[in-house]
Nanobody
């Protein structure tokens, strides 16, 4: 089992920055992929970024603005979000994959115009 707790969401003006954090506990040694997803009201949950031991992957909509990183122990994953836009407003979920998928409870990001 893996438990995930996100933090760092909030309200920011367009053009501003936020840094999301996700702390993983439990069987973190079995984690293969860590990532962030988001879900806006009335929309489906979508991938934002993922990270493995040797690569990162970003949604086209956030490339060049967001940066995903993690610590070497795979206990924390971060999402640095710069140049935020109102369309980035969503509930952001931390996600890890072992032999199954785990989700955090979500942290709200609201970007005002």
């Amino acid at each position: 089992q893996v438990q995930l707790v996100e933090s760092g969401g909030g309200l920011v003006q367009a053009g501003g920055s936020l840094r999301l954090s996700c702390a993983a506990s439990g069987n973190t040694f079995s984690i293969k992929v860590m990532g962030w997803y988001r879900q806006a009201p009335g929309a489906q949950r979508e991938l934002v970024a993922t990270i493995t031991s040797d690569r990162t992957n970003y949604a086209d909509s956030v490339k060049g603005r967001f940066t995903i990183s993690r610590d070497s122990a795979k206990k924390n994953v971060f999402l640095q979000m710069n140049s935020l836009k109102p369309e980035d407003t969503a509930l952001y979920y931390c996600n890890v994959e072992t032999w199954r998928t785990y989700w955090g409870q979500g942290t709200q990001v609201t970007v005002s115009s």
